[in-house]
């Protein structure tokens, strides 16, 4: 294990130490003579330096590539791959775009368990653009998750949101709202570098943190949710969300209040909007290969269980995306997140993960996650109880087939440990490991 995973880690944070400036030449693949004439035209997945294509695009909330954005109104390099089937109609356009995992998940040791489930999403939208250069964006993402289950499924580690309204789900990662966004976005151009631009959501995501997991590169590939959750993108889904941002050229600031309240255990309802937490995060992206953020929320009873309760997280996040020659591509991301009390304390989780996809065929992909967590051995009657330092990495790799120029089919296995302290050896049978097998169908 220790031997797959080394390498890999070491890969990883050498990306993030190269300068991007060393990769330029990654931007100007030379041709492909093995790769035959049908297999070419995914052209319009890269706008970071390849021939233009029709695909190329003007992001929704300002004039970046429309690669640069990500999960509500996040960014992420510019480099990233765009995905997509587009249409228009009249003055508008269409955008759909989904990935369906269906997984047998194992979990070993004592506190572990098995379990087959479909995870994933689907997404649509509509843009219109106006005259005076102002666009306005809708956007709707379903998912498949609540036919999981309301006890979600099993993820060693993992804690947060409830599955009945009673208990804490611990060592399992919850499902996702059957409606994850319905949202609307306004954009409109001051100069030629500035823009000002507002997003509400019902549900919708907040100005807090990295993409989240299922939409950034680094972790897309994966069907396992990272145990960093809860302190860096849980927020990805809060039902009333109103966020006024402004850019300038590669830098943008912007300020959410939302609904601190997480999703209650019903997964195909509407929560009623509270708008009682606020977030700001300043975005940068340096260059096409690099997207930074720094985000602050201030968040009102986001456990149900704990609904007097309240958190204060910051998160900081560094994504590095560059392309590899005609179609690869390689995204790695490091991520700091911490959650403060009402009483002061504190607990952080740290996040280290990175995809590589030499070509249209394969992705390898790999994660490793510290988190400070009192949620794994819930008080006696409830509340959290003792503070752990536990640990986990995941490696895996999936394979795609191309069914046609927007549809690939996948088959992928991964592999992961979890580290324990002594204290908890007891309950977990040691350091338990567990893998999923999944395949999966990509739409985009
Ligand atoms: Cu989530």
Known sequence: MARILAPLAGASLLALALPAAAQQHDHHPAPQPQQPPAAAPHAGHDMSGMAPSAHVMAGTLGPWPMTREASGTSWQPDASNHGGVHWSSGDWTFMAHAQLNLTYDWQNGPRGDDKTFVSGMIMGSARRDFADGSTLNLRAMLSPDPFMGKEGFPLLLAAGETADGVTPLVDRQHPHELVMELSASYAKPLTDKDTVFAYIGYPGEPAFGPPAFMHRMSAMDSPEAPITHHWLDSTHIVFGVATLGWAHDRLKLEASSFTGREPDQNRYDFDPPEFDSWAVRASWNPTANWSLQASYADVTGPEQLEPDENDRKL??????????????????????????????????????????????????????????????????????????????????????????????????????VNQVPGALEPLYGGDPDGGMLFMRLKVQ
Do not use: C, M
Request: aromatic share 10%; proline share 2%.
């Open 315 to 416: 998160s900081v996040s560094a994504i590095q995306t560059r392309r590899l020659g005609a179609e690869g591509w390689w995204s790695t991301t490091l991520a700091w997140g911490r959650k403060i009390n009402d009483h002061d304390e504190s607990k952080d989780g740290w996040l280290l993960e990175g995809a590589i996809s030499p070509d249209d065929r394969w992705t390898v992909f790999a994660r490793a996650e510290r988190i400070e967590t009192d949620e794994l051995v819930p008080a006696v009657g409830g509340g959290h109880g003792d503070l752990y330092t536990v640990a986990k990495a995941s490696v895996g790799a999936v394979h795609d087939w191309r069914l046609s120029d927007n549809l690939r089919f996948g088959l992928g296995a991964l592999y992961s």
